[in-house]
């Protein structure tokens, strides 16, 4: 008989070599296979459990498939989530034996327990061929219509899936999306925001007909912003109230205020609410911030709340964590021709960030620079590029020398400062400078 699944475990972190290893998992794969070819075997979970571990390691593990199968089918709740949990890691969709287990998900989706609904769905949410999604989207459809929210909520997670394989069903789901953004339920409200999302991303065509549902985003996300949310508590991240449903909806927003001045009012003042009453001190709040502003700078927003967007870049472009830094430069230079004025107030921390020991930091800053460059401000830009260009590191001066020379070539007030500011660049760049650009 085969030992247990922790025995297995401590035996391979037991080996010393890799040919040690190997001898191990082959002596188990070899019980495995002998323990599958018997009919009355009440070791299958554990062996497929164990066919898991394996699988993880990188070890072929392609004879269990069928037992997978054989667990999803049987009536013991153990054995059927080991079943499940085999087959979304142990098969994929191009798997062939996989349409041998559509009778039985279909019969588990309609199951009076709820977690095998569960498990049904979240398989079918995984590795569901385009075939499979045919074949039970409909009883998909009537799941989201369930009375019980965790059902409602796998169901809307699993419907994302059907519509990125079968662009035909597209439409089945469209009027079940509207209640799911109504419901007050955390998960359920976060399925059916994801749900849209994904809808709107494959079909722009719908954003039109979703609009409708702004006020309720709006309400929602006003409800965990101020007056905190339906079991709120439960959700609470850092102080901050259910972040990835914020961060959710905040997505959504921007997919439906995108390019339409009407929509795009009716969620300016809960943006502005967001982005002055969460705070930045934390990570989870910066999240938040990061959100609301690609939001802002997406959507047809008032002149004021996207200087209050940009000057929340400011902030994180003076955050100790390299990454929120990053973060802030990238979204600068995808802004800066939307409000040049208010990222121009932010001009010398982002000087600053070109002195940065992070290369990409240094990197990106460098990019947001060159974007700042304008007619009226080429001299004061160019004599900071070039006190930089002095102590600049090496692998970093021909990329600095290349954006100076493009930028006065482009902006360059009169001929003779132009002359006279490339043969600075050539003088302190050396080699550094293109042959083409001297």
């Excluded at 890691?89 to 709820?114: A, P, R, Y």
């Amino acid at each position: 008989m085969s030992i247990k699944l922790r025995e297995l475990i401590r035996s391979i972190r037991a080996c010393k070599t890799a040919a040690e290893e190997r001898a191990v998992v082959a002596r188990e794969c070899a019980l495995i296979r002998t323990a599958f070819k018997e009919d009355d075997n009440q070791f299958r979970h554990r062996n497929v459990a164990k066919l898991l571990f394996i699988h993880m390691m990188g070890y072929p593990t392609h004879f269990g498939q069928m037992e997978c199968l054989k667990l999803i089918a049987s009536s013991k709740f153990p054995e059927k989530r080991v079943g499940y949990l085999g087959l979304t890691q142990l098969l994929d969709e191009n798997t062939e034996v996989l349409m041998l287990v559509t009778n039985s998900i279909k019969n588990d989706m309609g199951h009076d327990n709820q977690y095998v609904n569960g498990l049904a769905l979240c398989a079918l949410g995984n590795i569901a061929s385009s075939e499979m999604c045919r074949a039970l989207a409909r009883e998909v459809e009537r799941m989201m219509n369930s009375t019980n929210p965790y059902v409602r909520k796998k169901a809307a997670l699993c419907a994302m899936r059907i519509i990125r394989k079968v662009d035909e069903i597209e439409d089945k789901f469209n009027h079940r999306i509207g209640p799911l953004l109504e419901d007050r339920n955390h998960g359920v409200l976060l399925s059916g925001c994801s749900l849209l999302a994904a809808l709107l991303e494959l079909n722009p065509d719908y954003v039109s007909d979703f609009r409708r549902h702004i006020p309720s985003l709006v309400r929602a996300l006003r409800n965990m912003v101020t007056s905190g949310y339906t079991s709120a508590a439960e959700y609470d991240i850092a102080g901050i109230t259910d972040p990835f449903l914020q961060a959710k909806i905040l997505r959504v927003l921007r997919i439906l205020g995108t390019g339409n001045a009407k929509a795009s009012d009716e969620m300016n003042d809960i943006l502005a609410q967001v982005a002055t009453n969460t705070e930045g001190t934390k990570n989870t709040g910066n999240a938040i911030l990061y959100e609301c502003v690609l939001t802002i700078m997406s959507i047809e927003a008032e002149s004021g709340l996207r200087v209050l967007g940009i000057n929340i870049l400011g902030r994180f472009l003076i955050s100790r964590d390299n990454n929120i830094r990053y973060v802030a430069l990238a979204t600068l230079q995808r802004v800066v021709n939307v409000d040049l004025k208010a990222v121009q107030r932010h001009r010398a921390t982002i000087i600053d960030c070109l002195k940065d020991s992070d290369v990409s930091i240094r990197k990106r800053a460098l990019d947001v620079a060159y974007a700042l460059i304008t007619e009226e401000n080429i001299k004061s830009m160019t004599k900071e590029l070039l006190d930089y260009l002095l102590v600049a590191e090496v692998n970093f001066k021909e990329e600095l020398c290349s954006k100076i020379c493009m930028a006065v070539d482009r902006y360059s007030p009169n001929r003779r400062w132009q002359l006279d500011t490339l043969i600075k660049v050539m003088c302190l760049g050396g080699n550094f400078v293109k042959e083409q650009q001297r």
